[in-house]
């Protein structure tokens, strides 16, 4: 099906950075194609210039930050690097078109979603008000948005995210452009949809001869899709080749490393844990949110209904579940974040569910949490060695004998303890993300929660922090809950699974057995939607286990 | 959209409740006899027994409340004893210069402060930028009398383009309106050029770093209807809040430049009516404000939720 039409033909293309940056160059010495009716994935972790090769390609860098320095970049061949404006912009939707990471964001909030189709051909050609609105239902069935004609008429903020990039690609295709490129299309969006989108695109590219040049961070989407590979990494392009060149016969040790980091989909052999008292068990957990109108009463939401856990010293339950499932809701209620409506929440016996603010103080060392986005949970105006004696502290630690325990843990985390006096900006998210789990064992807890604790982080740095996680569970006899949203990761970490969904739990129990032999019919769609299931991204290396 | 509507405009009708509550307590918690305070210093004691029996002082509280908000509401605002004449017809014949003078004003700024400011945001750094924005700060800093005064100096008494003060109702000749409103509403004009123009660029600046801008840019929209369509639209809610603000703030600065360029309207009322203890004018021309303010606040929300399909309340 490999039409021979290159569409895309990038070649030694070298982008420098502003003058103040860690490196010269953001790319450097690029070279590649895209074949019309081909998928060519470009795969790196954060960093690595993916992101912008792509955005050089539809010259949507910022002109004064990025400036392309050599190569040339041939759209059906002809010159598209440094021409003028105008005629860039013409190219733009008519010839290439880019959807993007972030479908809640990517779309005008306050423009209905099918005049934003509409625009594309408004700008673009010059049909009539009735041929503009004709062709806009006929692309949004053609990405499979049900009832077409009311959906053109909502806001974005009335779509799922699914929804929501389904009208990114109704966009992107209104002109049956030569050139698809997708930047992380579906990194934000949850496995079942994920699964959908890969496959419309897939079907676009299939049914259109459309030449897509997709990006990415997963090796398990880009087994999903890819025909072609470029790996890339600190602005450099480490190989190009077919996918199964990639997945099977490439030497390179890192595309090697970046292969053998996604988790595979078997969970490994654990002991089960039996014996013991669990430390921490929820009965009936309720809680809805509901907005009380002036008149009557506002939608009610059922983020967790009558949900019922235990974890054992020393074990690890994992919570999967999409967004709304309420796993969050979850391990929010039982640090009491967000008060329960009912039910109990035992820490060791004790019902903390209605306890007081003040009453639950003394409680609250014993149930620390790590949250996903390293980013944002370190105070960027304290050292992180004040962040990680903070808590201890307020429980009556001694000064020293906190900084005391700050350096072992830091050591623990396998981080410097010298790096205590720095800020959290000195560091790279896969630290900040040790650092939080030092704060968390620094109030010494019975019970940690990770909540999406190692999502938001590259999947080599994932790797590490994984196994930090389960190092720590360890050594310290910890119970440890674990919410994620991938599977794959809770394979790899989990005792017991427990998959939620709409606020529920719908199936619970030893990881081995809930993945060999799912019995819900959500838990199946949620295992076979994991992208590149059927790749074994193990053969010839070792796991990261 | 019509349940919102309606809900807005009955949340108008307490609000309205407590100014009235307040204005009409202000007369009576006043040590002394409200009706003297009324009359004034030269009233003879008839005018004051008449005054008494007018306001029915002899009944309750309650009862003169009610009275006093049927009459308000009947249009009758009561009668000044300072001018002789009835409080409503004295502010219909001084609203229209106040309410030309306001109403160009923030044409004005609005026309001036919003492309201003957009362009200020997407040449963020340039030459233009720091200008308006320093021309800004200098709006902001230099009182608005000071401002009317160098106007009528330079374009006035100097240049002779410009009448140096005075009036002319519509009702002679639209030109001549215009003309003589362009020096006044100038000067009020500027300290809101530079507020609107400031939120507009912080706004803008805002949006432009939405990833929905970059999808815009990928379509191949010109800069011009990115600017117009994408960007502008979803800053308009922080602006419309300041140009709200402008307006209500407008009001009390009628007051000076009234004063300033002797325009007969209600800022000369008000000052001339305090300075004469005309409490029922004063009366009246509070409950008058409150309204206006009430009534911008209640137009701005309906704009807000046309501007932003995602703000329903």
């Keep these: 099906m490999n039409d021979p039409r290159t569409v ?162 109704a966009i992107a295709l209104a002109l049956e452009p030569d050139l698809l490129i997708a930047d992380e299309p579906t990194t934000a969006l949850d496995v079942t949809t994920q699964a959908q989108i ?196 307020n429980f009556g630690v001694s000064k020293t004998a906190a900084f005391k325990r700050a350096r072992d843990l830091m050591e623990v985390v396998g981080l410097s303890p010298n790096a205590l006096d720095r800020y959290p900006h000195q560091f790279s998210g896969g630290q900040r993300q040790r650092i939080c789990i030092a704060r968390a064992l620094a109030m010494e807890p019975d019970v940690l929660i990770a909540d999406e604790a190692v999502s938001a982080l590259d999947v080599s740095v994932q790797a590490q922090v994984l196994e930090l996680l389960d190092q720590v569970r360890k050594d310290f006899d910890l119970a440890m809950l674990f919410i994620t949203h991938d599977l794959r990761v809770a394979a790899q970490i989990c005792d017991r699974i427990m998959v939620m969904k709409l606020g529920e739990v719908v199936e619970q129990g030893p990881t081995a057995s809930v993945y060999a032999n799912p019995q819900h019919e959500y838990t199946r769609i949620l295992l076979d939607a994991a992208p590149g299931r059927d790749v074994d991204f193990t053969a010839g290396v070792s796991a990261v286990r | 959209m019509l349940v919102y509507l309606i809900k807005r405009i009955l949340a108008v009708i307490p609000v309205m409740l407590i100014v009235a509550v307040i204005v009409f307590l202000m007369l009576r918690l006043t040590p002394g006899d409200p009706a003297a305070i009324i009359a004034g210093d030269a009233a003879t004691s008839a005018d004051i027994d008449l005054i008494r029996e007018k306001l029915g002082l002899e009944r309750s509280l309650i009862e003169q409340f009610v009275l006093w908000i049927g009459n308000m509401l009947g249009g009758d605002f009561g009668e000044s004893f300072y001018y002789k004449r009835s409080v409503t017809s004295m502010i219909s014949d001084r609203i229209w210069p106040t309410l030309a003078l306001a109403t160009f004003t923030i044409v004005i700024a609005c026309v001036v402060a919003v492309p201003l400011g957009t362009l200020a945001a997407y040449k963020q750094g340039s030459w233009l930028d720091r200008t308006v924005m320093g021309m800004s700060v200098l709006g902001f800093s230099v009182p608005v009398f000071v401002i009317g005064y160098v106007l009528i100096y330079v374009f006035a008494v100097k240049l002779d383009w410009f009448p140096v003060q005075g009036y002319q109702p519509i009702a002679d000749g639209f ?139």
């Design chain 1, 198 to 393: 890969l496959d419309l695109i897939k079907d676009i590219q299939r049914r259109h001869g459309t030449a897509v040049l997709f990006i990415t961070h997963d090796f398990g989407v880009v087994a999903q899709i890819a025909d072609k590979v470029v790996v890339m990494r600190n602005g450099q392009m480490v190989e190009q080749g077919t996918m199964d060149h990639m997945l099977h016969h490439s030497i390179e040790p890192y595309t090697r490393m970046l292969i053998s980091s996604v988790p595979p989909l078997i969970p490994p052999k654990r002991a089960l844990m039996t014996k013991g008292k669990p430390i921490l068990s929820t009965q009936s957990l309720v809680k809805t949110y509901g907005a009380k109108g002036w008149f009557g009463k506002g939608r009610v939401v059922h983020a967790a209904k009558r949900v019922e856990l235990e974890v054992r010293r020393g074990e690890t339950l994992g919570v999967v579940g999409e967004s709304g499932s309420g796993k969050s809701t979850v391990a929010r209620c039982i640090v009491r974040l967000i008060n329960p409506n009912g039910g109990e929440i035992l820490i060791d016996g004790k019902d903390i569910a209605g306890l007081s603010q003040k009453a639950l103080r003394p409680v609250r060392k014993d149930v620390q949490i790590v949250f996903q986005d390293p980013y944002r949970s370190l105070n960027p105006r304290r050292s992180v060695g004040k962040s990680i004696v903070e808590g201890p502290m």
């Design chain 1, 8 to 169: 895309l033909d990038i070649k030694g293309l070298t982008v420098r950075l502003p003058k103040d940056s860690d490196r010269e160059n953001a790319i450097e010495d690029i070279s590649f194609c895209v074949n019309a009716g081909e998928i060519v994935c470009v795969v790196g972790e954060s960093g690595s210039g993916k992101s912008v090769t792509a955005q050089t390609v539809m010259g949507l860098n910022p002109p004064d930050q990025l400036t392309p320095t050599a190569g040339s970049i041939l759209l059906n061949g002809d010159e598209i690097l440094n021409i003028p404006q105008p005629m860039l912009r013409k190219l733009r939707g008519e010839r290439m078109a880019m959807i993007f990471q972030e479908p809640m964001t990517a779309l005008n909030p306050v423009i209905r979603v099918g005049d934003q189709i509409a625009e594309m051909l408004e700008i673009h050609t010059d049909m009539s008000v009735s041929e503009r609105n004709a062709r806009v239902i006929e692309v949004m069935e053609d990405v499979n948005l049900p009832d077409a004609p009311s959906m053109a008429k909502s806001y974005p903020h009335q779509l799922s995210g699914g929804q929501r990039q389904r009208i990114m690609i």
């Design chain 2, 175 to 313: 030109g001549g309106f215009i003309y003589r409103l362009i020096l006044p509403s100038s000067a009020l004009s500027v300290i809101f050029i530079a507020l609107i123009a400031r939120m507009t660029r912080t706004s803008v600046l805002e949006v432009l770093n939405e990833d929905y801008i970059r999808t815009a840019r990928a379509k191949g929209l010109s800069e011009t209807k990115v600017m117009t369509r994408h960007a502008l639209r979803n800053a308009a809610v922080p602006i419309v809040t300041v140009i709200g603000i402008a307006i209500a703030v407008l009001i009390s600065g009628v007051v000076v430049t009234e004063s300033v360029f002797v325009i007969p309207g209600l800022g000369t009322l008000t000052i001339d009516a305090i300075q004469g203890r005309d409490y029922p004018t004063v009366q009246g021309l509070i409950m008058l404000f409150s309204f206006v303010y009430v009534l911008i606040n209640l137009v701005i929300d309906v704009i807000y939720s046309l501007l932003d399909p995602r703000i329903r309340y």
